[in-house]
């Protein structure tokens, strides 16, 4: 079965810092991966994803995540992050071809302080 | 708006009582998803409809939960003698569907805050 691993509940970072929120999954077959981001009351607001081609995928807010099959990792990334990009971040991975439905991780928590 | 709605925002309800949450799908979006996020959890997928297809209701917990797609568009999932450990928010997303085989996106809308007690 599919699943999504985010090893770490809550990430610290300062403003202006590079950040990296790590993703790790498990799949059968090619993944599809995803990041979202949710802010306070609001619902999930996707940020990239991961289908073929390039192993950087660049996506909103100046984020970009790696995909690195050997690791079987995903992880998130910004050159430098604003108190702004304070949220919670959730991976996923879709299933086999012909399922949309997504398999989350259990979300970690981006603080950024000024 | 043209996002994904969902009302109520907010529902408390008695342990044992029936409930109704209501998802309004972007426009001229196929697929539609309910999730649901407890604390401390992750997001939990309970059904996915796809057009005029029969749904996957895979993910649903309990016979005490179903949920319908009326003209394609708009979906309540109801939550029947509701427990406590139901509380959690129920969110709903739609993408655009098709079988095309293209990796979608999918569209979140804000999600509804069930609180039984």
């Known amino acids: 079965a599919q699943s999504v691993a985010q090893p770490e509940d809550q990430v610290n970072v300062a403003e202006g810092n590079p950040l990296t929120v790590k993703c790790t999954y498990s799949v059968s077959g090619n993944p599809y991966l995803f990041w979202y981001v949710q802010y306070p009351n609001r619902g999930l607001q996707f940020l990239l994803k991961?289908?073929?081609?390039?192993?950087l995928v660049k996506g909103s807010y100046g984020f970009e995540a790696e995909f690195n099959k050997s690791q079987t990792s995903f992880h998130l990334k910004k050159p430098s992050a604003l108190v702004s990009d304070s949220a919670l971040y959730f991976c996923a991975v879709r299933e086999e071809a012909g399922f949309q439905k997504l398999v989350f991780g259990t979300g970690t928590r981006l603080l950024v302080s000024p | 708006g043209a996002g994904v709605s969902q009302s109520p925002s907010n529902k408390v309800t008695e342990k044992g009582k029936d409930v109704e949450l209501r998802c309004d799908p972007i426009s001229g979006h196929t697929a539609l998803y309910w999730y649901r996020q407890s604390l401390g959890q992750g997001l939990e997928f309970l059904i996915y409809?796809?057009?005029?297809?029969?749904?996957?209701k895979s993910g649903l917990p309990s016979d005490r939960f179903s949920a319908e797609r009326t003209g394609g568009s708009v979906s309540t999932l109801t939550i029947q003698r509701t427990q406590q450990e139901d509380s959690a928010v129920y969110l709903c997303?739609?993408?655009?569907?098709?079988?095309?085989?293209?990796?979608?996106?999918?569209?979140f809308g804000p999600g509804t805050r069930l609180t039984v007690l």
């Open positions: 991961y289908i073929t081609g390039d192993n």
């Open positions: 409809f796809q057009g005029n297809s029969a749904p996957d």
């Open positions: 997303a739609s993408s655009p569907g098709g079988t095309s085989g293209r990796v979608q996106e999918q569209f």
